[in-house]
Antibody, heavy 115, light 107 residues
Framework: EVQLLESGGGLVQPGGSLRLSCAASGFTFSSYPMSWVRQPPGKGLEWVSIIGGSGSRIYYADSVEGRFTISRDNSRNTLYLQMNSLRAEDTAVYYC????????WGQGTLVTVSS | EVVLTQSPDFQSVTPKEKITIICRASQNIGNSLHWYQQKPDQSPKLLIKYASQSISGVPSRFSGSGSGTDFTLTINSLEAEDAAAYFCHQSSTLPRTFGQGTKVEIK
């Protein structure tokens, strides 16, 4: 059974940093691209970033380019999102999703950026 | 960037009705269009992949069609448990994008 478990969310002040993790199980992690998608409270879904199975292909949404860094550790079956220079508009539930077609999603972790 | 526009934004329906949700892409995305259901306080769940491919475990009343720029999600004989938000998502080009969502309410 595919399982994705995000962690690392919380309350952070504007300009601060957080590192999200997504622990994966139930599939061959290194064989699949992985994505981060976020959802502001009460709003729709926004794609954030994607990383290829080997970690060599990485892309970001313009809204986070230069501030967020996606990475993965295939030996630990874990996906990461390092978030720096956080802004109020980054407040959202952050989901990790498996594969380019996002066939499985984690339960999400809430990031709140507020002073 | 491919803009996905869903219609309607909201639909209120009675059980056993059939509903159709439309997703229009701002450029040709082939069949790289996926549909998700999201219930309150839950993560999105994949319903249909690559425009029309069914997903194991998803009820057969959910179906998808279309290619290029025009896509539809059809729910036949709606049930109370289908009350949710529905999103389309394209994986054809970067950046990946989502439609704004369609909220389905059961009367």
């Amino acid at each position: 059974e595919v399982q994705l478990l995000e962690s690392g969310g919380g309350l952070v002040q504007p300009g601060g940093s957080l590192r999200l993790s997504c622990a994966a199980s139930g599939f061959t992690f290194s064989s699949y691209p992985m994505s981060w998608v976020r959802q502001p409270p009460g709003k729709g879904l926004e794609w954030v970033s994607i990383i290829g199975g080997s970690g060599s292909r990485i892309y970001y949404a313009d809204s986070v380019e230069g501030r967020f860094t996606i990475s993965r550790d295939n030996s630990r079956n874990t996906l990461y999102l390092q978030m720096n220079s956080l802004r109020a508009e980054d407040t959202a539930v952050y989901y990790c999703a498996k594969g380019d077609g996002a066939d499985y999603w984690g339960q999400g972790t809430l990031v709140t950026v507020s002073s | 960037e491919v803009v996905l526009t869903q219609s309607p934004d909201f639909q209120s329906v009675t059980p056993k009705e059939k509903i159709t949700i439309i997703c229009r892409a701002s450029q040709n995305i082939g069949n790289s269009l996926h549909w998700y259901q999201q219930k309150p306080d839950q993560s999105p769940k994949l319903l249909i992949k690559y425009a029309s491919q069914s997903i194991s475990g998803v009820p057969s009343r959910f179906s998808g069609s279309g290619s290029g720029t025009d896509f539809t999600l059809t729910i036949n004989s709606l049930e109370a448990e289908d009350a949710a938000a529905y999103f389309c998502h394209q994986s054809s080009t970067l950046p990946r994008t989502f439609g704004q969502g369609t909220k389905v309410e059961i009367k």
